[in-house]
């Protein structure tokens, strides 16, 4: 029954390294979203797809940072070459539709920390 | 561009306390405005909303009315609980975008 997943729900990593970080929409929710948490700090904006697709990938805080959605269904967001300052919980959220009526679900988010 | 302004935290109240938690927004269009959750260990959830002026959102106890004159959606709550002790976010929705705030931390204490 379920939410929005996402997975790992904790990820240690070191500088350099790529990660991956995986999002499972509520069924049949066409828009998902991806965001930023920096500890106290608000959510930044990442991205979004409506089905496969992403119109507006300005968000993306550099060209290390890619996000693919499949199957108008599970997206991923991979982070390449990492940095510390990439240490954030990273956050999905899902929605019917892009109408602006309609709230986003979130996931429990993914505590990503960058050595 | 669009955007949304809230209430610099942290708030701190005593139990019964009335609560009012600043929100304006900058928009160009006419969005739909959101009050969202987080409780500590949780993942944000809908607290309330509102599609259209004038348009009073309602949750447990929480309230917050939509004010095109003076772009506010301004969340109140009469008499708080230790239970209500989160980070509040305020949030539009374009259509094409989701916009919010930076988040008001709130400790209610007994």
């Known amino acids: 029954g379920a939410g929005v997943s996402q997975s790992p729900s904790n990820k240690v990593t070191e500088k350099g390294k790529d990660v991956e970080l995986r999002c499972d929409p509520i069924?049949?929710?066409?828009?998902l979203y991806w965001y930023r948490q920096s500890l106290g700090q608000g959510l930044e904006f990442l991205i979004y797809?409506?089905?496969?697709?992403?119109?507006?990938k300005s968000g993306l805080p550099s060209d290390r940072f890619s996000a693919e959605r499949t199957g108008g269904s599970v997206s991923t967001l991979t982070i390449q070459r990492t940095q510390q300052e990439d240490s954030a919980v990273y956050l999905c959220a899902s929605s019917v539709g892009l109408a602006k009526n309609n709230e986003q679900f979130f996931g429990p988010g993914t505590r990503l920390t960058v050595l | 561009g669009d955007s949304v302004t809230q209430m610099e935290g942290p708030v701190t109240l005593s139990e019964e306390a009335f609560l009012t938690i600043n929100c304006t927004y900058t928009a160009t269009g006419y969005p739909s405005l959101f009050w969202y959750v987080q409780y500590p260990g949780e993942g944000l959830q809908l607290l309330l909303k509102?599609?259209?002026?004038?348009d009073k959102g309602s949750n447990k106890g929480f309230e917050a009315t939509y004010r095109k004159e003076t772009t506010s959606f301004h969340l109140e709550k009469g008499s708080v609980q230790v239970s209500d002790s989160a980070v509040y976010f305020c949030?539009?929705?374009?259509?094409?975008?989701?916009?919010f705030g930076t988040g008001t931390s709130l400790t209610v204490i007994p």
């Open positions: 949030a539009l929705n374009t259509g094409n975008q989701f916009y």
């Open positions: 509102a599609t259209k002026a004038d």
């Open positions: 069924s049949g929710h066409t828009a």
């Open positions: 797809f409506q089905g496969n697709s992403a119109p507006d």
